[in-house]
């Protein structure tokens, strides 16, 4: 079926499911990071940036920066029904978490969370994962960043390219 996508109407985000170690270069220790994705509907524009936990403070840190990066807020938000964006999961009418509440009011977006277990709701996003998987992590993966930082900064150079 043919979904009509609106520029400006709609982000999808989510959290990639595929893990990357990277070494602190203070500790030394082994640290796991995920990708957070959030591709635009209409242009399926692509954000991506390495996180050390899709927490909640991180989740919408991560907005923050995504809707910088595309100057501007799209009408609606689609996330997943991630645990740091939703507090109550429901089918029809899922409790979103305060903070994420309080972002959309202030930057004027409307939360609509994708129905559990319907891929059909968040195709985009879906896909925009599975590219950044295939495009970003695989490229990056023989390679070692020594900070969060040198890692997003290459995550961002490869999702200019």
Not at 54 to 59: E, G, L
Request: contains cysteine; hydrophobic residues 45%; charged residues 25%.
């Amino acid at each position: 079926m043919w979904q009509v996508r609106v520029a400006g109407e709609k982000l999808f985000v989510d959290f990639s499911g595929e893990k990357r170690s990277d070494v602190n270069a203070t500790t030394g220790e082994v640290v796991e990071v995920e990708l957070f994705v959030a591709v635009l509907g209409a242009s399926n524009d692509t954000y991506a940036e390495a996180f050390a936990t899709p927490r909640a403070a991180d989740f919408i840190a991560a907005h923050v920066r995504a809707f910088a990066y595309f100057d501007g807020v799209t009408e609606m938000t689609v996330p997943d029904q991630l645990q740091s964006g939703v507090a109550r999961s429901c089918r029809y009418e899922p409790g979103i978490q305060r903070t994420y509440g309080e972002l959309a009011r202030h930057d004027g977006t409307a939360i609509v969370a994708a129905r559990p277990y319907k891929a059909r709701d968040k195709a985009k996003i879906e896909l925009g994962v599975r590219v950044a998987q295939r495009w970003i992590l695989a490229r990056l993966r023989n390679e070692t960043s020594l900070s969060l930082g040198s890692l997003n900064r290459q995550v961002a150079e490869l999702c200019a390219e």
